[in-house]
């Protein structure tokens, strides 16, 4: 059993759609399951669709809608042709745009739930995209099988950072896979011709409301999938040849890592990298399930490998790159001692509204925290004051990680004006500076 897991720029055409179809039917036997993310940006449409939702802009809301419906009909006629009947999709892909747009022009906006309408109207992206899929894999001769992962993936209610109980979800996983492959999840029979298709990045609580895990959070499902079914290997198929020393949107130069153990892929996820999200590694790591990361585009290269039995990560720097960053200072108006007397305070806020922390510094009675933008950060503000903190706010920095740093790069790197933190170690150098020009490539 394998599990393929496919991102939004995959599949954000027709063509990548057919791509997909070739890669997935050369990889039937033994067993296949494939997560696949919403069509290339349509995760930032929806976000969209829901702050004018949110703030009341009902009409402008649908007519995000709108768009985001107008490029998957396009897809769709790519794939199927063109549509008839009005210019329906012909794909189940529209009775979820009907119901969504249902939701949004009936629906009371409620700003105090932010994060249950995001998840409730984003997770159809995914909904929309496995439908096309499936649908499409179905008419090409392939047998596959649709799967709402909500109603395996059971989650706490944690709105836009969902925790998966692996038990319960794991049983309800393998009755779904045991009933398509014939209660032979480890020992398929050779030479069938199903695939369960699938949704990342969703799951929903016990009382059946839809969650999400975070941004990037497909990698994640996949990664929980594998560890439940016990497959050979997972697979995430990027735009980019593996895992890279660096964002090639950002730095020229960049070079591909052929193959990393687990804790230097978690600590470079952790870090902001993009290629990986950094919940995938552990459900991996605990029963040693190799994860390969390979270039959709060129099925050819061999990718990126990790595993337990990979070596270190040495030999070159890896840099890491998070842009819209935040820098709070937090100090109490009393003077308390702040890791003695107010750190769980201010950590209990944090959780609350699910801010993000990246890097972390303090003194005596000042804390530094390095955060993405996000809408709860004023609220979250708010609250700080209210339990007697001082607070100020940086906006519009970036985040720059150097792991296996040299004194060139630190130099480089550190030097000029626009640098408002740096935290060093002997392998890892962290800055938080003004952020670069958009459009703006870097020298690694």
């Known amino acids: 059993m394998k599990v393929y897991k496919f991102g939004g720029a995959s599949v954000g055409s027709a063509a990548g759609v057919e791509n997909l179809r070739e890669i997935v039917a050369g990889a039937l036997e033994g067993g296949l399951l494939v997560v696949v993310s919403a069509m290339g940006k349509t995760t930032n449409a ?7 939702f949110i703030d009341g802009r009902t009409d402008e809301a649908l007519e995000a809608l709108s768009v985001s419906e107008r490029f998957h009909r396009e ?7 063109p549509a008839g009947g009005g210019g329906a999709m012909p794909c189940g892909a529209q009775a979820l745009f009907d119901e969504l747009r249902k939701v949004i022009a009936e629906s009371t906006p409620d700003p105090s739930r932010y994060d249950y309408w995001y998840d409730r109207i984003v997770s159809y992206g995914e909904l929309a995209s496995t439908t096309i899929v499936a649908e499409y894999l179905a008419a090409s001769g392939i047998d596959a099988r649709w799967l709402d992962i909500r109603k395996c993936f059971i989650t706490d209610n944690r709105h836009r950072d969902a925790n998966i109980d692996l038990a319960v979800s794991g049983k309800l996983l393998r009755e779904v896979a045991d009933r ?8 398929v029979p ?3 011709n199903k695939v369960i298709i699938t949704q990342g990045f969703i799951g929903s609580t016990a009382d059946g409301q839809t969650t999400t895990l975070g941004r990037e959070g497909s990698d994640y499902s996949a990664a929980v999938a594998a560890n439940i079914l016990d497959a050979e290997s997972l697979t995430i198929w990027k735009d980019v040849a593996g895992v890279l020393n660096a964002d090639p949107k950002f730095f020229r130069g960049t070079r591909l890592i052929p193959e990393m153990d687990y804790l230097d892929a978690i600590e470079l996820a952790y870090s902001g990298a993009q290629v990986i999200h950094p919940k995938t590694i552990k459900p991996l790591r605990s029963k040693e399930i190799p994860l390969y990361v390979r270039p959709f585009l060129d099925t050819a290269e061999p990718g990126s490998l990790i595993s337990a039995g990979a070596g270190a990560l040495t030999g070159m720097p890896v840099l890491i790159l998070k842009k819209n960053q935040v820098l709070i200072s937090v100090r109490p108006n009393d003077f308390s001692f702040v890791l003695e007397d107010k750190l769980p305070d201010i950590f209990e806020l944090m959780r609350r509204y699910n801010i993000r922390m990246n890097l972390i510094q303090s003194s005596a009675v000042n804390l530094s925290l390095c955060v993405d933008e996000g809408r709860q950060l004023e ?14 706010y940086n906006s519009g920095l970036e985040l720059l990680t150097i792991r296996g740093y040299d004194d060139r790069a630190f130099e480089k790197h550190t030097a000029g004006p626009g ?19 958009p459009d703006t490539f870097l020298e690694i």
């Open 46 to 52: 929806l976000e969209k669709v829901t702050a004018a």
């Open 75 to 81: 897809i769709c006629e790519g794939l199927f042709g």
């Open 180 to 187: 398509v492959y014939g209660n032979a999840v480890t020992a």
């Open 190 to 192: 050779p030479h069938h």
């Open 379 to 392: 609220s979250f503000g708010k609250a700080l004051r209210g339990h007697d903190f001082r607070v100020v």
């Open 419 to 437: 640098i408002y933190l740096v935290q060093k170690t002997r392998r890892i150098v962290r800055i938080v500076r003004k952020q670069t020009p």
